[in-house]
């Protein structure tokens, strides 16, 4: 956080290198205002620079110039993840139908662009993320597994389809980490990984990192009920929940491998290919991961 002379609380972000361009970090912020002023959705507010500009270059050491956006500061914390952890997952599931009504009904403005996350930006060797086969403890009979899962959830996917009423501008990240509450008022955040793709992604990407918690049944009824007071969700819609969680797993396994100088990779590495691919042995038995 950063305090601005006239004692205004700022936050300033900035970009990993190679991550974004300026256009995709421009449509980001277009996205988050057009949420913001046609929503009442409560999203990060980028304040420009003395050129008007959004996205600034800065110069983060040895010559290396990074890109930069400075925001207002939004009061709040995130939920707790106790007892009420289904009611919360109502709350996201409102917050998500919101964002992908606008998305069907927003029309883009020229030029937006964003990355895309569908089955070969997620499990392609050169995917966004990373090649989850180079994910820490992919080896032994483990590589076979995830190879059978892979397989099978691009055929469900390919049959599911990518229909303007399913597939669209995403959060893609929208975990209870990226909510604060304030005084009764949720706020959605970091969409810095926000771009196209399926809708329901969005519920996958909630239970990011526990997908295989006995509780996910109850939170994925949670944010269904919220969902549904916005928005339809269909039996195809739900039919196509396990596949994406098991994709999302799969894009964290190659994250895990790719970040694995944050803390969270390291206290994952261990066990989660081996978790990830016992998820994909129950998806191939039966479909089902949520159970």
Known sequence: MLEQPGGQKTVLRVHRPGYHSLTAINS?????????????LVTPMALPGNDGALVQSVDAG?????????????????PEQGASLVASFRQLGVLAANCHAHAERWALPEGFTRLTWDADTILSPDAHWGDWRDGPGVRGEIPE??????????????????????????HADMRLANLLVDDGQTKLIDFDDCGFGWFAYDFAAAISFFEDSELVPDLLAGWLAGYKTVRGFSEADLGIMDTMVLLRRYAL????GSHHETELAANLKDSFAAGTAGLAERYLSDGKIVR
């Open 28 to 40: 980001e912020l277009a996205w988050m205002a057009a949420l913001r002023n046609e929503t009442g």
């Open 253 to 256: 396994l190659a994250w895990i």
């Open 145 to 170: 597994v995830l190879s059978r899962g892979e397989k099978a959830i691009r055929a469900k996917l390919s049959g599911y389809g990518k229909g303007a009423d399913r597939f669209g501008i995403i």
């Open 62 to 78: 040895k010559g290396e110039m990074r890109f930069a956006v400075l925001f207002a500061f939004e009061e709040g914390t995130e």
